[in-house]
């Protein structure tokens, strides 16, 4: 997501969660297990330099990470669109040692470009399948990888901007496309107040035991207007199984924006940028808002779709017709830990520590900015799946 590139840097801003509609936002939060995922410690923070070259590359905007648990390789997804070079993604490693779990570095080493199923490269910003990488994740079962395209459409602040629908694909490690999962008719993108709004595409994806998921930022022109601070909005979640088959889909709730804009007319930007399943049912998610005139917010979230509704085949979040959302909890708070909060956009399971603890890994997205940074932070959890 292109925060700075929209609204142009003032000062910035954070992440939230929501209260919409018919539903009871507070309520649902409250009332989510209380025996998940928990922070026992901070490990650390590393930061690449601003524009670092890997092999005649301009690294930045990383916007997903994810690791390969049997080679250690990381993989970071760029979400360039060929202001600097074709649509890539970047490998490397995270140093974190499992005896202490001290962070002690991140190196990146190489550099693969994603291509089109024709074999080509992506193509620049505003041509028709240029591509926004959003997201990234290894699948162990068969060392491929899956990836989420935000997608782009006209609007009123870009009215010659193409159509391009988002999408996630396949690759293999080399960046050769190697296929795509279907995606719901009600997330297709139109030059019309339908469907999702710009920049509001996919921008999270997590493999579970059984299923994959992504996430869209915030909601669809026909589920509502995005969060103010006086409310919040839904978010729809996408869930398939492994062959590909459509399960269903969930209301994420946003919550309201955490402080009004400085003007109170000044821009602002909240949604769900990654997730990361916990088993079938529980994700971890990031909530990052962007505010003029105060800045990013981020807080960490653990969420629980089996309660919520189906509302693959609910047209409309907003006009009144009763649903559940996936139910939250706070796990951390970010905003609270770490200043200034950076435009948090990863997260990814790291290695296990030889004390029982799990790693967890978040990482911000620079927008090539020079008054941002491309950080990792990382943490050590209890209650992560079996496998980490």
Not at 6 to 17: C, D, L, N, Q, S
Not at 344 to 368: I, K, Q, Y
Request: charged share 25%; proline share 8%.
């Amino acid at each position: 997501m292109h925060i700075l590139g929209k609204f142009g840097r003032i000062a910035v801003a954070v992440v939230a969660t929501v209260g919409f509609g018919v539903v009871d936002v507070g309520a649902a939060a409250a009332g989510a297990d209380r025996s998940g995922v928990r922070i026992t410690r901070f490990l650390g923070e590393h930061r690449l330099p601003h524009k670092m070259q890997v092999d005649g590359t301009t690294l930045g905007g990383l916007s997903g990470i994810d690791r390969d648990p049997r080679t250690g390789t990381w993989y970071f997804i760029s979400d360039d669109r060929w202001r600097y070079q074709p649509a890539r993604f970047y490998t490397g490693r995270l140093s974190i040692n499992r005896t202490t779990g001290a962070f002690t570095g991140v190196h990146v080493d190489g550099v693969t470009m994603l291509r089109r199923p024709d074999g080509s490269p992506y193509p620049a910003y505003g041509q028709g399948e240029s591509a926004d990488p959003e997201t990234i994740r290894y699948n162990p079962w068969n060392r491929s990888l899956l990836w989420g395209h935000e997608g782009d459409r006209p609007d009123e602040r870009n009215p010659n901007i193409p159509i391009s629908d988002l999408f996630v694909r396949w690759a293999d490690t080399n960046g050769k496309h190697l296929g795509e999962l279907p995606v719901p008719a009600n997330l297709r993108l139109t030059g019309t107040d339908n469907g999702p709004r710009r920049n509001f595409g996919f921008e999270g994806l997590t493999f579970a035991p059984h299923s994959i998921a992504a996430v869209v930022e915030g909601p669809r022109f026909e589920d509502g207007l995005p969060p103010t601070v006086d409310r919040g909005a839904p978010a729809r979640i996408t869930v398939w199984n492994r062959r590909g088959r459509t399960l269903g889909q969930y209301a994420y709730p946003l919550d309201p924006l955490p402080a009004a804009p400085i003007p109170p007319t000044g821009h602002t930007d909240t949604g769900v940028s990654e997730i990361l399943a916990i088993d079938d049912f529980r994700y971890l998610a990031l909530e990052r808002s962007w505010i003029e005139g105060v800045d990013y917010r981020v807080k960490l979230y653990e969420i629980d779709l089996r309660r919520a509704t189906n509302v693959l085949g609910q047209d409309s979040l907003a006009d009144g017709r009763p649903y559940q959302p996936v139910e939250k909890r706070l796990v951390l708070d970010l905003s609270s830990r770490h200043q200034p909060t950076q435009n948090l956009e990863s997260l990814a399971w790291g290695p296990r520590l030889r004390t029982g603890e799990c790693t967890l890994v978040m990482g911000s997205d620079d927008n090539f900015d020079e008054r941002e940074v491309t950080q990792f932070l990382a943490y050590a959890v209890h209650g992560c799946p079996a496998a980490y």
